[in-house]
T-cell receptor, first 114, second 115 residues
């Protein structure tokens, strides 16, 4: 199994809603990542988890709250988002976070905030 | 600061033509890693290659080849005999050994292969 699975694929939410994005991998990878990608832009790193501990937070607003319940799962909790947060949210994993050979990406969650 | 420049925003070529995607990088580190990723319309980024700064050998994988030149800080990607399935956005990326958790992507080149 060389897949990173993200759910849901699409999400529409209002600015007062609370929702969560989910990411799962069963490759035994110990590093997991959240990236945000606006249309026609490159992915931008948001968070890195290494061995289930948050190792990088790229100054992301607190309305985005990551969680890594175990080494296979990564969540991104969303609360009080703004319309400008609409984007493709990509999850990725790698064997480890130190000098990662490669990242495996999921297909993303396309988020629209109304 | 690390930086990746992909000057070609969009390229269109006719199927079976060869095409080269340019990537110029900037870093102060002597140890760094360069990547190419492909993002088809389905959305997921697909890893193509990683090169470390001490390995300047060019690489060929099927119709894909990469030319790494430290003298010009470039890591260019060539597709030979392009196919419609090669249509995608291609990102060049860089990570520095001292900040190796963070992979910085270039802005990407959108490649259209016309039948």
């Amino acid at each position: 199994d060389t897949e990173v699975t993200q759910t849901p694929k699409h999400l529409v939410m209002g600015m007062t809603n609370k929702k969560s994005l989910k990411c799962e991998q069963h490759m035994g990878h110990r590093a997991m990542y959240w990236y945000k990608q606006k249309a026609k832009k490159p992915p931008e790193l948001m968070f890195v988890y290494s061995y289930e501990k948050l190792s990088i937070n790229e100054s992301v607003p607190s309305r985005f709250s990551p969680e890594c319940p175990n080494s296979s799962l990564l969540n991104l909790h969303l609360h009080a988002l703004q319309p400008e947060d609409s984007a493709l949210y990509l999850c990725a994993s790698s064997l480890n976070a130190h000098n990662p050979e490669k990242l495996f990406f999921g297909s993303g969650t396309q988020l629209s905030v109304l | 600061a690390q930086k990746v420049t992909q000057a070609q925003t969009e390229i269109s070529v006719v199927e079976k033509e060869d095409v080269t995607l340019d990537c110029v990088y900037e870093t102060r580190d002597t140890t760094y890693y360069l990547f190419w990723y492909k993002q088809p319309p389905s959305g997921e980024l697909v890893f193509l290659i990683r090169r470390n700064s001490f390995d300047e050998q060019n690489e060929i994988s099927g119709r894909y080849s990469w030319n790494f030149q430290k003298s010009t800080s470039s890591f260019n990607f060539t597709i030979t005999a392009s196919q419609v399935v090669d249509s995608a956005v291609y990102f060049c990326a860089l990570s520095e050994a001292r900040r190796d958790d963070k992979i910085i992507f270039g802005k990407g080149t959108r490649l259209h292969i016309l039948p």
